[in-house]
């Protein structure tokens, strides 16, 4: 339904997208994740037909988005970061000048009734959009997307200054509009992403560094090699004797999580199995081990790993500068 094929966009001798190609098929929701500035709004603005490419085709429904726009934008619905609302007309006004100026030719009562019982705004049709709360200005952003029944929705942050609550019910009109829409969300919330995306493109400095499905991303970029355990007794003694292990690399000590039980990250040498290792160490000296598991990475490492190279961030770096104190060195 989208496909972005060799798209690059350059300012200069700048290039803010370098070479990206990625597919959005059909009923699915795709994440489009990137750290500011990574060329991510770029991307969505070729896509909508705000920018032109410098070279690459960008495809919505098999029409070039450059060489036929108008036919291509008719199949977008799209949701900037601040919804383009009028605020000194009602929703019902708005809705009807954004179906005017779409051109749309569905039966504009039962649409714009269908519209409104899907974002639940039925209640507020008659009110200025000035005096709606901003979970409801948003609702209505969806709205004037909505309108036309396009097939491709482009939402860009969609619940950013929404409440709990909002965010939930934004979440949940996403995932039941991208049954039956191609979307591609973009979002910095982590969880959202993992919440209501089906798959998962993460750009970095102009180019795409990662796209999968959201439920095997983390699991394919993850170390099996890499294990959490918990375990009671000493922390240092136990850090002792899985340090002895002739196949481990590194232990570090990562938090108490109760008393006299404390979580160790432990890395064996890659490709080596040290689960079994692990237990008869701890069970000679009766330590119990509470749980142990592989350290399979989280969206938000994933995408640090991606985009900054650094997974964990504080625990080993702040571990490496105690020993340097220790041993007489400057942080």
């Known amino acids: 339904m989208i496909e972005v094929k060799n798209l690059t ?14 597919k959005a098929e059909e009923g699915q929701v795709l994440g489009f994740l990137g750290p500011n500035g990574a060329g991510k709004s770029t991307t969505m603005n070729i896509l909508t037909g705000y920018l032109s ?13 450059l060489e036929d726009p108008i036919k291509a934008k008719k199949l977008i619905g799209y949701l ?10 009602t929703v019902d006004e708005y809705l009807n000048f954004v179906y005017g100026l779409k051109g749309c030719k569905l039966p504009k009562k039962s649409h714009l009734n269908e519209i409104c019982e899907i974002v ?35 939402l860009d942050e969609p ?26 969300l973009s979002s910095h919330i982590l969880p959202e992403v993992q919440a ?3 798959r998962i493109v993460v750009i ?37 004797l899985l340090d002895s292990i002739p196949q481990m690399e590194r232990v570090y000590i990562a938090k108490q999580v109760e008393e006299k039980v404390n979580e160790f990250h432990l890395e064996a040498k890659e490709g080596v199995d040290i689960r079994r290792e692990v237990f008869k160490k701890l069970a000679s000296r009766n330590y119990p081990i509470l749980m142990m598991r592989s350290n ?33 060195g400057n942080l």
């Open 296 to 328: 399979e990475l989280t969206l938000e490492e994933v995408f640090l790993k991606l985009t900054t190279g650094d997974v964990y961030g504080g625990a080993e770096k702040i571990e490496a500068k105690f020993e340097r104190i220790s041993k007489g």
């Open 159 to 184: 619940t950013v200054g929404l409440d709990p609550k909002q965010i939930i019910e934004i979440r949940t009109l996403i995932k039941k509009l991208g049954k039956n829409h191609t979307v591609i």
């Open 196 to 198: 209501v995306c089906d």
């Open 204 to 240: 970095n400095k102009g180019r795409i560094v990662a796209n999968g499905n959201t439920d095997t991303l983390a699991k394919n970029l993850s170390a099996d090699h890499k294990l959490v355990l918990h375990a009671e007794g000493s922390a240092e003694e136990i850090k002792k």
């Open 80 to 89: 900037p970061e601040q919804p383009p609302l009028y605020f000194d007309m």
């Open 120 to 154: 639940k705004i039925t209640d507020v049709r008659k009110r200025l959009i000035k005096n709606l709360s901003k979970g409801y200005k948003q609702r209505v952003g969806f709205a004037q997307a909505l309108v036309g029944n396009p097939k491709v929705l482009i």
């Open 53 to 65: 490419s410098t070279e690459g085709q960008a495809f919505i429904d098999g029409i070039d988005i």
């Open 9 to 22: 966009k350059s300012y200069g001798s700048k290039k803010a997208v370098n070479d990206i190609s990625f």
